[in-house]
């Protein structure tokens, strides 16, 4: 499985919350990962995506505290 190389410009864009584009990004790079990942613990579908959308919400509400 090939891991996304995470931008540093695209993580300091996401600290904008009126930049769509980045979140749209982010979510275009890592929701697959996340999924294939929920998948591979045995989460069903509907599960593996609810968890996929929590960990997003999770980035974006920590996102400010990154250095």
Do not use: H
Request: hydrophobic content about 45%; glycine content about 2%.
């Amino acid at each position: 499985m090939v891991e996304p190389e995470t931008r540093p410009s695209l993580m300091l864009r996401l600290r904008d919350p009126c930049d769509q584009q980045a979140l749209a990004q982010f979510v275009t790079i890592y929701e697959p990962l996340l999924l294939r990942l929920m998948r591979s613990r045995g989460l069903q579908e509907a599960d593996a995506r609810d968890v996929t959308q929590q960990v997003v919400v999770a980035v974006m509400q920590a996102v400010d505290s990154w250095r």
